[in-house]
Structures are given as structure tokens and as C-alpha cells.
């Protein structure tokens, strides 16, 4: 004998969610509440007035509608009685029911459910996306800049305000999900398994340390990369499985201080961060991703700067080595990965007559 399939925490989950999100409880009340009257006016007609089923129901109905149709038989003055605290409770339900109508009709909640009904179907279609958790500011800047790069992106966060706002802002759809990250049914429906990287930007460290724990234990392959407040925090992050740890305040002294010290340098780094004015951009291409025809040429051969104007800054070696300003007679061998400087020009350039 086969045992009962049971049902999918995933199902659950989804159902939960859109009953929260929608306060659903008032519309499914109402209806509870529709079912109660008729049944007392069918149940107070046959008990009553001694109706037969059909008769009670025509009169409960004729009733509810108030369409004013006449008596099937004449009522006994218990019968009259009923009919008036029946009428009157029916009003109040009747108006009750109509604001719960327009609520989910007329002030968007029935579009507002559509809505997630598609933003869902769109997180289940994507692969090799980009999940952020956390939308404050850190996540937000973490979140455009790869919008801008043309990377899929998944957010994950608990206050729905903050993406209503960003989305208003930015006029587009963002591809969220309402949760607590450190959930694994909210990192499932995120797509973990099939993410490619995870960028966990929330204010705590503990919630970015639990993050991190789930997001390895459900892809063990993906990229984390994790924001922290304290030093303390860092190598518990690394432990966790993070791949790298970000600290935005030890950052943001360092930026402070060269801007004293070095000023034209983080000037460039603002050029090519895209914060100042002549915007810079950097780019990365491995050889595999190279056309045929360029595989097992020279970097003098390539001729990037010529072609492109953009400048090879540097080649990541297959076993690590990271070499600044490559010989223009280096061969890059199958596994490296150029690194390229440019304008938003150049580097579209390059990657059109480059990238297969």
C-alpha cells in the first residue's frame, strides 16, 4: 500500500505567504460569514415556518437580494420576526463583504497578488543569477551595479517598504523575495540551488553568519560574499563559508584618508567605481570566452588597444598569479582571464568583436 504523497514545504510556504501579504483571512472571513447567513436563513425557514429545503432556500435568497418578490406562504408572526433581525444582520454583512470587495478590487490587491504571481514565476525561470539579501544601503548600491552589468538578480528582503520605494524610483520591476534570509524555505525560493553568487548585505552580523551557513549547506558551490560591522566578525564570516568578507566602515576610513594622502589616485578608483565624472569601467574575460580564431595569440596580436582603445590591465593565470601589465608578447594559456580598463564604449566594443 503506497503512502500518502505529503505536501511540499515549498507549497506551504508559498501559501503562507501570500496569505500574510494579502490579509487574506478578511476575504476568506467574508465568505465564511456569506455561508453562516444562508444557512441560518435556510435552517431558520425550515425550522420556523416548517418550509420545505427548496422553499426555504427561495426565500433566503429572495431575501439576501432583497429584490422584493411576494411570500411564497403566508409567515406567522415568529416567521415576520426572524425575517426582520435576518434582513438587518444581512445588511451588516452585506456591507462588511462589499469592503472587503473593493479592498482587494478597487485598491489593487487582486493586481498587487498578480503581481507576485508573476515576480514568482520569474525567480523559478532564472539560473546563474545573483541573490542579495539585505536592500538597505549597501545591498541597494550592490544591487545596481549589477543591474548595470546585465547580471539576473534575486533580493531577499523582510521589509516590503523598501522595495515598493526603490521600485517606484527606478520605475522597474525588482525580483524579490519577502522573508527572513536566514530561512531556507526564503533562500529556496530565492533559487540558492541554482544561483551562481550570494551577496549577504544585512545590518547584523549574526543574520550575515546564518546566511552564509545556509547558503553553503544548500549549494556548496556558490560564491558569498558578506558584509561586516566588526573586525571580530570576519573570520567567523570566512568559517561560515563566505568567500570574502566586505567592512563598508573600514572602507570608507581607508577612502577618507588616501583622499589626503593621494588624491589624484582615488580619484581614477572614483573614475572607475563610476562615481566621477568621466566613468570608467573594468572588465573581465577569460580565453575560453575568446572568438576561434583569436585562441593561442599574444596579447600584441590580440591587438586590444588598437581595435577596442580599451588596455589590458592585467591576466589572472590559471594557478592564481595575478601579473600586472602583461608583456604584450605573453600567450595567455586556455584558462586565464584578462582583465581590461575602458570606457562603457570600449568595452562593448571589446566584447562584440572579442567574445564568442
Not at 588624491?263 to 562615481?275: H, Q, Y
Request: hydrophobic share 45%.
Amino acid at each position: 500500500m503506497s503512502e500518502p504523497h505529503s505536501i511540499p514545504p515549498g507549497a506551504l510556504r508559498y501559501v503562507r505567504d501570500i496569505w500574510r501579504r494579502f490579509n487574506l483571512s478578511r476575504f476568506v472571513g467574508a465568505l465564511v460569514l456569506t455561508v453562516f447567513s444562508f444557512a441560518v436563513g435556510i435552517g431558520g425557514f425550515m425550522w420556523i415556518e416548517k418550509f420545505s429545503f427548496v422553499d426555504a432556500f427561495y426565500m433566503t435568497m429572495i431575501t439576501v437580494s432583497t429584490v422584493g418578490f411576494g411570500e411564497l406562504h403566508p409567515m406567522s408572526p415568529a416567521g415576520r420576526l426572524f425575517v426582520s433581525f435576518y434582513i438587518f444582520f444581512n445588511l451588516l454583512m452585506l456591507a462588511y463583504l462589499l469592503s472587503v470587495l473593493t479592498t482587494y478590487i478597487f485598491d489593487g490587491g487582486l493586481r498587487n497578488m498578480f503581481a507576485m504571481l508573476r515576480n514568482d514565476q520569474q525567480i523559478r525561470s532564472l539560473e546563474n543569477h545573483v541573490i542579495v539579501c539585505g536592500f538597505g544601503r549597501n545591498g541597494r548600491k550592490a544591487y545596481h551595479e549589477l543591474r548595470a552589468s546585465g547580471a539576473e538578480v534575486v533580493v531577499v528582503e523582510q521589509s516590503e517598504g523598501l522595495l515598493k520605494d526603490a521600485g517606484d524610483d527606478e520605475g522597474q520591476t525588482i525580483a524579490a523575495v519577502i522573508g527572513d534570509a536566514t530561512l531556507d524555505d526564503t533562500m529556496r525560493a530565492a533559487g540558492i540551488t541554482r544561483a551562481r553568487a550570494l551577496i549577504t548585505a544585512l545590518p547584523k552580523d549574526a543574520d550575515n553568519v546564518f546566511v552564509a551557513l545556509t547558503a553553503r549547506e544548500l549549494n556548496p558551490n556558490i560564491v558569498i560574499i558578506a558584509r561586516a560591522s566588526l573586525k571580530s566578525s570576519e573570520t567567523k564570516l570566512l568559517r561560515a563559508g563566505a568567500d570574502s568578507v566586505v567592512m563598508p566602515d573600514e572602507i570608507g576610513g581607508s577612502h577618507m584618508a588616501n583622499l589626503v594622502m593621494r588624491p589624484e589616485v582615488i580619484r581614477f578608483l572614483d573614475m572607475i567605481s563610476g562615481l566621477g565624472p568621466n566613468k570608467l569601467r573594468l572588465e573581465e574575460l577569460s580565453t575560453s570566452e575568446l572568438r576561434g580564431e583569436l585562441q593561442g595569440l599574444s596579447i600584441r596580436d590580440l591587438n586590444i588597444r588598437s581595435r577596442t582603445g580599451a588596455t589590458v590591465i592585467g591576466l589572472k593565470r590559471f594557478d592564481g598569479e595575478l601579473v600586472v601589465s602583461p608583456s604584450a608578447d605573453m600567450i595567455p594559456g586556455p584558462s586565464d582571464v584578462f582583465l581590461f580598463l575602458g570606457t562603457d564604449e570600449q568595452i562593448t566594443t571589446l566584447l562584440s568583436q572579442f567574445r564568442r
